[in-house]
Nanobody
Framework: QVQLVESGGGSVQAGGSLKLSCAAS????????MGWFRQAPGKEREFVAG????????YYTESVKGRFTISRDNAKKMVYLQMNSLKPEDTAVYYC???????????????WGQGTQVTVSS
């Protein structure tokens, strides 16, 4: 069993910043990849960013490139998403995800957290 717990969501005005955190625990592979997804009301869940264990492989969806940064602390089993220059269209529930196969690409995730709400007002 793998547990992923997100924190750091909240409300912010457009142009502001938030940092999401995710703590991983349980039976996860030693080289797991981590990622962030989001789901806005009435829309499908979409991939936001992914990072490999070694941090050598990073993936971002086009709409967040240059504004969001994914990072991880392997010793603490934590992954982070620094979100800058936030826009109203970034409003969504953000989910942390883990890939036992170690592949940070969008279709490779096995486990999901419960999500944290991010609301950006104009």
């Amino acid at each position: 069993q793998v547990q992923l717990v997100e924190s750091g969501g909240g409300s912010v005005q457009a142009g502001g910043s938030l940092k999401l955190s995710c703590a991983a625990s349980g039976r996860i592979s030693s080289t797991y990849a981590m990622g962030w997804f989001r789901q806005a009301p009435g829309k499908e869940r979409e991939f936001v960013a992914g990072i490999s264990w070694s941090r050598n492989a990073l993936y971002y969806t086009e709409s967040v490139k240059g504004r969001f940064t994914i990072s991880r602390d392997n010793a603490k089993k934590m992954v982070y998403l620094q979100m800058n220059s936030l826009k109203p269209e970034d409003t969504a529930v953000y989910y942390c995800a883990a890939s036992n196969r170690g592949d940070p690409r969008p279709d490779e995730y096995d486990y999901w957290g419960q999500g944290t709400q991010v609301t950006v007002s104009s």
